[in-house]
């Protein structure tokens, strides 16, 4: 079994700044891609940033410039600098890994996913 376990979200005005984590455990072998998204009620859950294990990044256009993906293979752990944030940005954020278990092959976990809310 993977659990992927989201924490940094929470209330900040605009213009500030949240860094989020996504620490993976389990029996994970290897992982590729990891990825953060993001969903609003009554919207489909959108692709924010995703990191390559050689670490080149893609960012949705909305937040380029201001989000930073980053990853931490020893402590499978993902990470999303959020700067510069707007109420726009307000949404559950969650994680995503593609990840492979000892003995099986490449598939998606998710995290839980946690709260941003930009509002002053």
């Known amino acids: 079994q993977v659990q992927l376990v989201e924490s940094g979200g929470g209330l900040v005005q605009p213009g500030g700044s949240l860094r989020l984590s996504c620490a993976a455990s389990?029996?994970?072998?290897?992982?590729?891609?990891m990825g953060w998204y993001r969903q609003v009620p009554a919207k489909q859950r959108e692709l924010v940033a995703s990191?390559?294990?050689?670490?080149?990044?893609m960012y949705a256009d909305s937040v380029k410039g201001r989000f930073t993906i980053s990853r931490d293979d020893v402590k499978k752990t993902a990470f999303l600098q959020m700067n510069s944030l707007k109420p726009k940005d307000t949404a559950v954020y969650y994680c995503?890994?593609?990840?492979?278990?000892?003995?099986?092959?490449?598939?998606?976990?998710w995290g839980q996913g946690t709260q941003v809310t930009v509002s002053s």
């Open positions: 995503k890994y593609v990840a492979r278990l000892y003995a099986s092959g490449f598939s998606d976990y």
């Open positions: 389990g029996n994970i072998f290897s992982i590729d891609s």
């Open positions: 990191i390559t294990p050689g670490g080149s990044a």
